[in-house]
């Protein structure tokens, strides 16, 4: 009876490290920031975000431009929207009270810094590419980039990367490069192309990407301290 016992037992244990080496589960796991940003990517839809909050010591004029570069022409500003004063004086503000309110502003609280935040948004349809940016609490506006095809095609081939953000004198006028957005070329093997570095540096001595492409843009920040 007891070798029998044993003999279902070990038959018993057998099966189920069997079952459960035999076994597949794929278990699902939750959507992340990554998971939107590639899908973002994928249907040609770009986002960068940009805290403005070392602005609050001083108070600047903003600006967001936008500079079209051609390879043997001359730069050209297209677009210039005036953002106003990155921070107010409350005191100042004809309607002090509804602010107060709205913002969620205490009372002993003399400064409203209404420019903190930036997002810009590239999302590109065929031959145009619609820039958009937020300043929460300021102003949200579009613009049309339009595009070049690649020499000898017919195909609209751009994509975006950061400037590299660096400190900046604290002076009356700064601008401030924020995102490159530009086309790829095509090479002599005639394979399209748009390598180089992942961050743009204006400083950089070296041979870099925009030694390369035929057509770009800039959008950037303009900042006029308010004395």
């Known amino acids: 009876m007891t070798k029998k016992l044993i003999t279902i037992v070990a038959c018993l244990y057998t099966t189920l490290t069997l079952s459960a080496q035999d076994s597949l589960k794929i278990n699902p796991r939750q959507v992340n920031s990554n ?3 590639e899908v973002l990517n994928t249907i040609g839809i770009s986002i960068y975000s940009f805290d403005l909050t070392p ?12 500079d079209e570069h051609e390879k043997g022409k001359d730069t050209k500003r297209i ?12 005191s100042d503000l004809p309607n002090e009270q509804e602010f107060r309110e709205v913002y969620n502003i205490p009372d002993d609280e003399k400064i409203w810094h209404r420019i903190t935040d930036l997002s810009i948004y590239l999302r590109q349809q065929d031959s145009v590419t619609t820039l958009t940016f937020n300043a929460p609490q300021c102003m949200q506006a579009s613009c049309p980039l339009p595009l070049h095809a690649i020499a000898n095609s017919s195909r609209y081939f751009y994509d975006g990367r950061p400037y590299v953000l660096k400190m900046n004198a604290n002076t009356d006028r700064i601008t401030i490069p924020l995102i490159f957005y530009g086309s790829g070329w095509m090479d002599k093997s005639g394979m399209m192309r748009l390598c180089g570095e992942r961050e743009i540096d204006t400083d950089s001595k070296e041979e870099g990407l925009l030694t390369h492409v035929p057509h770009y843009y800039t959008v950037g920040i303009e900042l006029e301290k308010v004395k």
Do not use: A, P, Q
Request: proline fraction near 0%.
């Open 35 to 37: 998971d939107i940003i």
């Open 79 to 90: 677009k210039l929207f005036h953002l106003g004063k990155n921070r107010e004086l409350l």
């Open 55 to 66: 602005l609050s010591n001083n108070t600047y004029n903003v600006s967001l431009y936008v």
